[in-house]
């Protein structure tokens, strides 16, 4: 398959964009450089918590180099809107959440290490640090709430969340629920800790802001998942300039995982800011400050309760779940614990009764938000953890456990919101037991044992919803925003095509897979279509790339669009030729009167279009250009299953993970080579979680997991190659039959490396990450309880 | 223009990169990583931390695999420098190159320079036959987080194994 030829869907192709990323030739915002740019350094707070009683910016403005420094009381000056939350979720008393003020700039107090306090704009970065050294603040310093656990009872953090709670909520029939359980043989119960994580896109964040004075308009380029939700946020929320005053491009972008969704402080001071000094600003975060200050995944001590009857069928799900928010509410933070967790609870189960309450806090710690899967992976992990439990209790095999709770009957709603549409996973369960060779585990881990090592093997039966529609949905759950996407699609004169997609591509490789879509349907080759993404002024609105949605929204608006434009090309088609209009066929690339060998290729057709001499212009307007806004019926629901096994040296608590199977059913594959990569990186994450990072913060609220020096990163040799397998229902809720992608692994394989750990160790208690301290000592413990046996 | 921050006596440096001889007064504290991104623009080379973790920034110094965040620019005055953008020849992408677009050995493209050059560091201190445990455990210094490293390492053997047929018929 190469660029020259016509790609159909399912094959294999290789990526257009590496092209450039693989002779340095990739485009990143820090890559870029304006004209008379100055730099940008934050000043941040030392302090978890405090009060800013002044600041001196008088010596550090008589530094060298400085052009300006900027504080609160200049974004006050100037009526800057505070950054905001987007979604708006309700307390089961009906109080709407308590969002607590977030101006870009603190005002009259810090929240966290790391919290914005001023902004120095220097002529060179040195010379920016080296004034931002002479800045004095006078801060009272307050007690920090660095224990989401006891945050409660902790010094309140904005004045208008007492407790320090943002929202008490609640989904499912708490009745039905409870009554299940009084019906129950068994129950399971499990307290859970989801440890926090930092996101660590492997390109920084960064900005440059610049203003052109005779335009009165602004461009911010950024690092972004979603150009045009920013460009909203910033004109509509903050208020920097109105919308046709600000171009948001958002280039190469080096990973986001979530953590480029949001609009933060950086971006919004660098936008603001060009103006007040009239120079291009430019801000590159360094890794500290990414780990400081970039919105951190997930967080939440669950406790959840799983009732059975005697055949060992599911009767109910209960959950509580303490939530951390961070010191502000970011972009997206209050659905990640509430609609795209709840709804997740019942996993791939037919569950008659679900109820969970989700406490949502404020501590004093970097802002919490989506992070790859968000809120699924939290889901998936509760859900896959009790199952584990409940099975070993009831002495079922886990896998036939699961087995005999699976959905089987589709469309299914659940007790959750969620209506699953289609899937089989029975197939993918199959699949997996057979690819990991669950038969033999006995024999592998006896071999095992004789070589002094503990072996374990984890299933974990993921569910997600993608997608995360329809539009009219996600308002009535709070949602300020619809989430359908964009598409126009430009054909030239010549027959080339431009893309233009609301998708934005950080890694995902929509330069070929869009192009693969529309080379497959005009039957061009692959290298006569380029994919426009990422800027404002091209793109007229989209929503971005997050939640594996560029799949089975994007691309679908693109297939309307593609669906008007063979639409208008078959008229032009048959009044060239001279026939009716139903018997024009397209078909690999040609337009044909049906039953003759007269025929016009796709270019002649694009070129007759704009030429225009061959059609009533009065009837079909000339040009063949044409855009759609595409708005899903459903969420889409991947599902799948992944086996983990895991070998334990007891000796040094060492965990080596020997064989990791995923087999998922993402529906319709486009390129599966690129799904394959998707898979591969969902579950290092996952593993990451599992087995090496989580972010720590001390008493006092200083981050302790600062640098990769301390936060451990997955590295080549923690991980194996991974066997993969994919089963296929179609999605019936958009033309494609896609699911989505993006977020499997990172969702499934936590449970299944700590099943396969607690299987190894004979033990329920295996936190995250287990690191080999924590191995070491549970592997001594398990060999304390053999002896005493 | 207000005066500049850093007053600091100048240093010249000359060295050659990518096969270019190039030379520039530079404060003392410059990094080779950002002489090469800011002065030369050869952006190719990434910074991903500022503790020396992650790869981003590998390069080559006089033929070993260098993190150019680690290094000042004075310190490689005189010697020869290449980076991701001087491999690819008048004939085309370097094999390793075309291994990592064959195998679908990036994502985001971030870490792949460092990734590639560390690669071809790799092969001339190993040579071309390269298992899978080797290859990851020589891979310790470089950061990915979009692969999950699967395609990366396949990348990496199938380029090593492209070097070693090259030279084979190139010995011939
Ligand atoms: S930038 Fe050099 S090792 Fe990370
Ligand atoms: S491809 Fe994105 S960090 Fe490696």
């Not at chain 1, 920090?144 to 007492?162: E, F, K, M, Y």
């Not at chain 1, 070589?451 to 529609?469: D, P």
């Not at chain 2, 064959?102 to 092969?123: K, N, R, S, W, Y």
């Amino acid at each position: 398959m190469n660029d020259s030829t016509v790609t159909p869907i399912g094959a294999a192709v290789r990526r257009k964009e590496d092209q450039r990323f693989i002779t340095g030739k990739g485009r990143y915002t820090d890559d870029l450089s304006r004209p008379g740019q100055a730099f940008a350094y934050f000043l941040r707070s030392p302090h978890a918590h405090a009060t800013i009683r002044g600041i001196d910016t008088a010596a550090a403005k008589a530094m060298p180099g400085v052009v300006g420094i900027l504080t609160g009381a200049d974004l006050a000056a100037d009526k800057i809107g505070d950054l905001i939350c987007g979604w708006l979720v309700t307390s089961k008393d009906g109080t709407p959440m308590h969002m607590g003020s977030h101006p870009a700039l603190a005002k009259d107090k810090v929240r966290y290490v790391g919290d914005h306090v001023a902004v120095v704009i220097a002529e060179t970065l040195d010379a920016a640090k080296d004034a931002a050294a002479a800045i004095a603040v006078d801060y009272e310093v307050l007690p920090a709430v660095a224990d989401l656990a006891a945050a409660d009872a902790g010094a309140q953090i904005h004045d208008n969340a007492p407790r320090n709670i943002s929202y008490e909520w609640e989904l499912g029939d708490k009745a039905a629920t409870e009554a299940a359980f009084a019906r129950a043989a068994h129950v399971t119960k499990i307290d859970l800790v989801n440890n926090r994580l930092a996101p660590n896109a492997m390109e920084p964040r960064a900005a440059i802001g610049e203003y052109d004075a005779g335009d009165e308009a602004y461009t911010l380029w950024t690092t972004s998942q979603n150009p045009h939700v920013a460009r909203l946020v910033l004109s509509a929320f903050v208020g920097i300039a109105p919308e046709h005053k600000l171009r948001v491009i958002a280039p190469d972008v080096g990973g986001g995982f979530g953590s480029k969704i949001f609009i933060y402080a950086e971006e919004t001071v660098c936008t603001w800011a060009a103006k007040k000094v009239g120079r291009p600003v430019k801000w590159t975060a360094d890794r500290s400050e990414a780990f400081l200050s970039d919105a951190h995944g997930r967080d939440h001590i669950s406790h959840a309760e799983l009732a059975t009857d005697a055949a060992g069928k599911i009767l109910g799900f209960k959950v509580h779940t303490r939530a951390n928010l961070g010191a502000y509410m970011s972009t997206f933070s209050s659905c990640i614990p509430t609609y795209l967790y709840a709804t997740l609870l019942s996993g791939q189960y037919a569950i008659p009764a679900i109820h969970c309450e989700v406490d949502a806090f404020y501590t004093t710690t970097a802002p919490v938000d989506a992070y790859r899967g968000a809120g699924r992976p939290e889901a998936t992990f509760l859900v896959e953890r009790i199952m584990d439990k409940a099975a070993r209790e009831l002495a079922i095999d886990p896998a036939e456990f699961r087995r005999r709770n699976f959905v089987t009957q589709f469309p299914h709603q659940t007790p959750v919101i969620m209506n699953y549409d289609a899937g089989d996973y029975g197939a993918s369960l199959d699949l997996a037991l057979e690819m990991a060779d669950y038969k033999g585990f006995p024999a592998r881990r006896a071999e095992a044992e004789a070589r002094g090592k503990l072996r374990g093997i984890g299933l974990s039966n993921y569910i997600e919803a993608c997608g995360i529609a329809p539009s009219a949905a996600v308002g009535s759950l709070g949602a300020g925003v619809g989430l359908w996407e964009s598409a126009e699609v430009r054909v030239n004169p010549t027959g080339n095509v431009e893309v233009l997609t609301g998708s934005h591509s950080h890694g995902q490789g929509h330069e070929t897979t869009f192009a693969q879509l529309v080379s497959a349907r005009l039957g061009i080759p692959i290298d006569q279509v380029s994919v426009v993404h990422g800027d404002t002024d091209k793109v007229q609105f989209g929503m971005g790339t997050y939640g594996s949605r560029s799949g089975a929204v994007g691309m679908s608006a693109i297939v309307k669009a593609l669906d008007k434009v063979e639409a208008k090309a078959k008229k032009i088609a048959a009044h060239i030729l001279e026939a009716a209009e139903g018997d024009i066929e397209f078909k690999d690339g040609r337009f044909t009167v049906a039953g003759t060998d007269r025929s016009l290729a796709f270019a002649e057709v694009a070129l007759n279009a704009y030429v225009a001499h061959k059609f009533p212009t009065s009837e079909i307007e000339p040009g063949l250009k044409e855009g759609a806004f595409y708005d899903p019926t459903n969420f889409t629901f991947p599902a799948g299953c992944h086996i983990c096994e895991v070998e334990v040296d007891p000796e040094t608590g060492v965990t080596r993970i020997v064989n990791f199977t995923a087999v998922d059913d993402f529906g319709v594959v486009i390129n599966p080579m690129i799904v394959e990569g998707q898979v591969h990186g969902g579950i290092a994450q996952g593993v990451g979680q599992a087995l090496l990072e989580g972010v720590t913060y001390d008493a006092d609220g200083q981050l302790v997991t600062g640098s990769y020096m301390d936060y451990t990163m997955p590295r080549a040799d923690d991980l194996p190659s991974f066997k993969l397998g994919l089963t296929q229902t179609r999605c019936p809720s958009n033309p494609l039959g896609i699911k989505g992608c993006g977020e499997a692994g990172a969702i499934a394989a936590p449970a299944a490396v700590i099943n396969a750990l607690a299987d190894a160790l004979g033990t329920q208690d295996v936190p995250m990450p287990a690191t080999p301290a924590k191995v070491w000592a549970l592997a001594k413990t398990r060999a304390v309880r053999q002896a005493a046996e | 223009m207000p005066e500049i921050a850093n007053t600091a006596a100048k240093v010249a440096v000359a060295m050659t990169v990518n096969g270019r001889l190039v030379s520039a007064e530079l404060d003392p504290r410059t990094l080779l990583v950002q002489f090469l991104r800011e002065k030369l623009l050869l952006t190719g080379t990434h910074v991903g931390c500022d503790t020396s973790q992650c790869g981003a920034c590998v390069v080559h110094v006089d033929g070993a695999a260098v993190k150019s965040c680690t290094m000042l620019a004075i310190q490689a005055d005189g010697m020869s420098v290449t980076t991701i953008e001087g491999l690819a020849g008048a004939s085309g992408l370097h094999p390793m190159q075309e291994a990592f677009r064959e195998h679908h050995g990036l994502q985001c493209g971030f870490c792949t320079p460092g990734m590639i050059m560390t690669a071809l560091d790799m092969v001339a201190r190993l040579g071309p036959d390269l298992d899978e445990a080797t290859i990851r455990e020589n891979l310790d210094g470089n950061l990915c987080r979009c692969t999950g490293y699967h395609n990366i390492v396949k990348a990496i053997g199938a380029g090593a194994a492209a070097m070693g047929a090259g030279a084979k018929v190139a010995a011939e």
